[in-house]
T-cell receptor, first 114, second 111 residues
Framework: AQSVTQPDIHITVSEGASLELRCNYSYGATPYLFWYVQSPGQGLQLLLK??????LVQGIKGFEAEFKRSQSSFNLRKPSVHWSDAAEYFCAVGRETSGSRLTFGEGTQLTVNP | NAGVTQTPKFRILKIGQSMTLQCTQDMNHNYMYWYRQDPGMGLKLIYY???????DKGEVPNGYNVSRSTTEDFPLRLELAAPSQTSVYFCASSYRNSEQYFGPGTRLTVT
């Protein structure tokens, strides 16, 4: 069965600092990988996705993620965090043959200090 | 496009009551999903549908039912509500295996 682990429950960074959120997945073949962001009281918004091809993917709001098959990881990065980036971030994995059923990690809560 | 809409936004139910959570999408997506999100947890898939007339169970289907009579609508039915069903419910849709688009959620409390 597929699974996703987000090792960091809560991360605090200063505004302007760089950010890396970790995501490790378990799946036997090439996965579909996603990062979503959820602001308080809101639904989830897609930041970026990886299906195939270039392992470094660019997303919205200045985020990027790198797929590393050897490490089963799909870490999310941003070079300079803004206060508006404070939110909860979810990594998710899906399978090509599963009708887009996604398995989500438990999320990483990001706090941004001024 | 309105995207994925959900009603109601909030609801309080008494134990044993039933209700239907509504979900509509106007993107002509064939796939639709229902998730629940418990505090401090990720999303768990309840049911999903790959097209009108086709539904299937997800990870946590017990206590819920769904139907999909049209492409646009995917209601979630709670029968005999229990405190364990207190959660935030999200509906989502996608075109085949592409990214899923989420509604704003329904916050349900069962007391």
């Amino acid at each position: 069965a597929q699974s996703v682990t987000q090792p960091d429950i809560h991360i605090t960074v200063s505004e302007g600092a760089s950010l890396e959120l970790r995501c490790n997945y378990s799946y036997g073949a090439t996965p579909y990988l996603f990062w979503y962001v959820q602001s308080p009281g809101q639904g989830l918004q897609l930041l970026l996705k990886y299906f195939s091809g270039d392992t470094l993917v660019q997303g919205i709001k200045g985020f990027e993620a790198e797929f590393k098959r050897s490490q089963s990881s799909f870490n999310l990065r941003k070079p300079s965090v803004h206060w508006s980036d404070a939110a909860e971030y979810f990594c998710a994995v899906g399978r090509e043959t599963s009708g887009s059923r996604l398995t989500f990690g438990e999320g990483t809560q990001l706090t941004v200090n001024p | 496009n309105a995207g994925v809409t959900q009603t109601p936004k909030f609801r309080i139910l008494k134990i044993g009551q039933s209700m239907t959570l509504q979900c509509t999408q106007d993107m002509n997506h064939n796939y639709m999903y229902w998730y629940r999100q418990d505090p401090g947890m990720g999303l768990k898939l309840i049911y999903y549908s790959v097209g009108a007339g086709i539904t299937d169970k997800g990870e946590v289907p017990n206590g819920y039912n769904v139907s999909r009579s049209t492409t646009e609508d995917f209601p979630l039915r709670l029968e005999l509500a229990a405190p364990s069903q207190t959660s935030v419910y999200f509906c989502a849709s996608s075109y085949r295996n592409s990214e899923q688009y989420f509604g704003p959620g329904t916050r349900l409390t069962v007391t």
